[in-house]
């Protein structure tokens, strides 16, 4: 079973790789199909994950690493569809980052939930916050490609729009987790480290979009955003990969 599990991945990972490949060369239906097959591989390895935890495998930092490129797809689908905007070749990479992590991840099949997963909110919660983290990685790429383009304000009104759509996810995982908090652990909020960077990331994302309102302090809404990405993989990875940080939140 882990040699599937690995297969799957590796296979989702190079579709999502030869899409922004292929988008990158201006054949977005080539591409598309790519990142559709890619897609079903996640599909499948979602399928397997759950068989192998016998529960919704969202448990393990794996597990839902593997768990982005579902969510990537319909939100550049949405995008494209709602907004105009052609970013296939931005959410395939972040698929190929989020997968890359996935294969240095332990496979950690003997997983299980333990009693304060096991919660009519796991679900919503951690996809919430896996389709903002998803939108928020585009928004930063696009960011750091308007900076290394002589005109990059199209790039930025892309970041900017994408950003957009991740806020009211993120938020719904804020207020979400809260609740949860507050039926595993008695309480709303624990000041945890995983929680204060959360709301860390949340703010600097909403200083981000009070400042389009400034012209004097319209120069500082780039490097904000990336701030939020610095953030959020603090909050994502750093709080739960580094044993010396004592956290609730540590079983992911």
């Known amino acids: 079973m882990s040699t599937l599990v690995y297969t799957l991945t ?102 299980r939930q333990m009693p304060a997963l096991q919660s009519p909110w796991f679900a919503p919660h951690v996809t919430s916050y896996v389709i903002a983290y998803g939108l928020i990685t585009v928004s930063a790429l696009l960011c750091v490609v308007s900076y290394c383009r002589a005109d990059g304000r199209q790039d930025e009104r892309a970041a900017d729009a994408v950003l957009r759509l991740a ?7 804020l207020c979400s987790g809260a609740i949860w908090a507050d039926a595993a652990w008695g309480g709303y909020w624990a000041w945890d480290i995983k929680e204060v960077w959360s709301l860390i990331t949340w703010g600097i994302i909403l200083l981000y979009f009070h400042l389009a309102h400034s012209a004097a302090f319209a120069g500082w809404r780039r490097p904000l955003l990336l701030l939020a990405f610095a953030a959020m993989v603090i909050t994502f990875l750093v709080v739960n990969l580094l044993p010396a940080l004592d956290s609730l939140h540590s079983y992911a």
């Open 10 to 111: 590796a296979l989702s990972l190079l579709a999502c790789a030869t899409a922004a490949v292929q988008a990158c060369r201006q054949r977005p239906a080539s591409g598309m199909r790519f990142f559709a097959a890619g897609w079903v591989l996640a599909l499948v390895l979602f399928v397997v994950n759950g068989c192998m935890a016998q529960a919704m495998p969202f448990g393990n930092m794996r597990h839902v690493l593997c768990f982005f490129p579902l969510v990537m797809l319909p939100a550049c689908l949405y995008l494209r569809r709602c907004r105009q905007l052609d970013l296939l070749g931005y959410f395939a990479s972040a698929s190929v980052l989020m997968l890359i992590g996935a294969l240095c991840m332990p496979l950690q099949a003997a997983w």
């Open 167 to 173: 806020f009211p996810f993120l938020t719904f995982g």
